[in-house]
């Protein structure tokens, strides 16, 4: 019974992505795996500002750091994607993990400034330390992913190993939506005063919310140095930081499905509105600011009938004699 | 022993003393009211015992042990309870989540079992055709019921309740009383109530403290209470004749 949403969610995103992957000419693939790539970093961000309502815009920081810390021990020490892809999101989570104790401490607007402190931090590091990092030259030769001996090099086939990531992503985060530590995080969020007061600890579920949040991105960041097979750090900038919450808010936040949806949306737009040229950018600013007044919810707001917010899996009643215990 | 325990609680805000050498017992099962004009301190004193608020001076106990530095949450943890003046529910969750979010304090239940205890609770508290309800869609008297169950749903043995019948009609102040009645007969909950309701402290409180500018002014049986003229002055007025007297 619980696992019906995080299952049905799985097999949407599988059937609607590969059936898109077979219709689709090559260079909408292209914008397709960055879509699904930017959602698995904005499924992240969900848990940090959608369920535990941390401001954060720094979270392209965290993305950079999967896809640097992959990159460097694929390219330095030859390691191979494989392997070098749990180590790096493991090693952004643990750095998530020392930096998320004293920055939480933080609430509001001064958490969301010193969170875009962190990316610019990172912008500087990575531009700078050039014998690890290239510097502004980035990383290339990123070696591609194989699967049984077959390269990834297609945009199909990347696509496919992307929605499957993808697909198991979302299923993860609407499990645990659903679970005691969802509801923990909403509890904090909406008043954490309160939610101390059911024994809850506030601060470990933040950091637990945040930690979460960079391993999604750095899982993002790993399929990202995989796909483009080179890196620089204007991949992870700040401004990346701002499209992955314009996302989030634009496809509705607290929903793993907005999250996806607005991944798509804001990747695509900038392609769709190309044809206007330089003033692409003032009506791309009207739609996104239309949809923050007129669906404040987010797209998911527009179909009530889509799994938005999962709500408990199991709307019938419990039965009355075991509840009378 | 005693349950909770304050001994010599201070708590100044710059010039002013919110609470001065403040002590409290409440043994188990014990139901003691805590009275007195607007801004005396009451709430403070339950921020002391809660860990919301450090006090300057004194100790507060849990079962003996001294928690003055603890956490909130392990203060709960290890059996307090509270409810807050103004009714602080989760409001993105539905009424069943926020009494779940409380019986998750047992680590061991998973996600069936955490229902169960939860629609078992609000069917005690009468709310279960409303466990499905978003928060937004109560009445302030029934949102403060969801927040009672959901710190009844914590499974403390000594609830601190700020002003619980605040806001409520006279038929959810007699409910309420009952249910709290209820209660402490079958868990021997003991419970700390801060009230202006006087009808509903003279009913339930096994012994009252009145405070007065930070400071305790008296403290008895309620009928001594209503007597003392210290009191009377104070707070509940010259010439106060309880209606169930």
Redesign the interface.
């Known amino acids: 019974m619980?696992m019906r949403i995080p299952l049905a969610l799985f097999a949407v995103i599988m059937v609607a992505g590969v059936l898109l992957s077979l219709v689709l000419p090559e260079y909408h693939l292209r914008l397709l795996n960055l879509s699904v790539i930017s959602a698995v970093a904005v499924i992240g961000l969900n848990f940090a500002f959608g369920y535990a309502g941390l401001i954060s815009l720094g979270h392209a920081a965290f993305v950079g750091m999967g896809a640097y810390g992959l990159a460097i021990l694929t390219t330095r020490y030859g390691w191979s994607p494989w392997s070098a892809m749990p180590v790096a999101v493991a090693a952004t989570a643990v750095f998530a993990g020392l930096i998320g104790f004293p920055l939480l401490r933080l609430k509001g607007h001064y958490l969301a400034l010193a969170t875009l402190g962190l990316n610019v931090s990172f912008y500087i590091v990575a531009s700078n330390w050039i014998a690890l990092t290239g510097g502004t030259n980035g990383i290339a030769r990123i070696p591609e992913l194989h699967i049984a001996g077959r390269a990834l090099s297609g945009e199909r086939e990347f696509l496919w190993f992307g929605l499957l990531v993808l697909a198991a992503v979302a299923a993860v985060a609407s499990i645990l939506h659903?679970?005691?530590h969802g509801?923990?995080m909403?509890?904090v969020?909406?008043?954490e005063?309160?939610?101390?007061?059911?024994?809850?600890?506030?601060t470990a579920v933040k950091i637990a919310a945040f930690v979460l949040s960079a391993i999604c991105a750095a899982i993002a960041g790993c399929l990202f140095a995989c796909h483009m097979r080179f890196i620089a750090p204007e991949d992870f900038s700040y401004a990346h930081s701002i499209t992955y919450l314009a996302m989030l808010i634009v496809g509705g936040e607290?929903s793993i499905a907005g999250a996806i949806l607005g991944s798509v949306l804001l990747t695509f737009l900038p392609e769709w509105l190309r044809f206007l040229g330089p003033a692409y950018l003032v009506l791309f600013g009207i739609l996104v600011l239309g949809i923050l007044v007129f669906l404040p919810k987010g797209i998911v707001g527009l179909a009530r009938f889509t799994p938005k917010p999962p709500?408990?899996a199991?709307?019938t009643?419990?039965p009355?004699p075991?509840?009378?215990? | 022993m005693n349950v909770l325990e304050a001994r010599g609680i201070s708590k100044r805000y710059g010039g002013l003393a919110a609470l001065s050498d403040i002590d409290l017992k409440v043994g188990a099962g014990e139901f003691v009211a805590v009275i007195g004009p607007n801004g005396a301190g009451k709430s403070t004193l339950l921020n002391v015992l809660?860990g919301?608020v450090m006090p300057d001076d004194g100790q507060v106990l849990l079962d003996g042990r001294v928690v003055t530095r603890t956490?909130?949450?392990q203060r709960?943890?290890a059996g307090l309870?509270?409810t807050?003046q103004q009714g602080?529910?989760?409001?993105?969750?539905?009424v069943?989540?926020n009494v779940?979010?409380?019986a998750?304090?047992r680590r061991d239940l998973g996600?069936a079992a955490?229902?169960?205890t939860a629609?078992?609770i609000l069917?005690q508290m009468g709310l279960?055709a409303e466990?499905?309800e978003a928060i937004g869609s109560l009445s302030y008297g029934r949102r403060r019921m969801v927040?009672l169950s959901?710190?009844l749903?914590?499974g403390p043995r000594i609830l601190l309740l700020d002003e619980p019948a605040a806001g409520l009609n006279s038929g959810e102040v007699d409910q309420l009383a009952d249910r709290l009645s209820e209660l402490r007969a079958k868990h021997g909950l003991a419970v700390v109530l801060i009230e202006h309701n006087m009808s509903m402290v003279m009913r339930l409180a096994e012994r009252i403290m009145v405070l007065n500018f930070g400071c305790r002014i008296a403290e008895g049986a309620p009928s001594a209470i209503q007597a003392d003229p210290a009191v009377l002055s104070a707070y509940l007025g010259e010439g106060y004749v309880h209606a169930g007297m």
């Open positions: 619980a659903v679970s005691r509801r923990a909403i509890a969020r909406d008043d005063i309160a939610a101390e007061m059911t024994g809850i600890d506030a607290s709500k408990l199991a709307p009643p419990v009355t075991e509840a009378g215990s | 809660t919301l956490a909130t949450h709960i943890r309870g509270r807050f602080r529910t989760f409001n993105r969750l539905t069943l989540e779940m979010t409380g998750a304090i996600e955490l229902r169960r629609m078992a069917e279960s466990a499905d927040e959901r710190a749903a914590c």
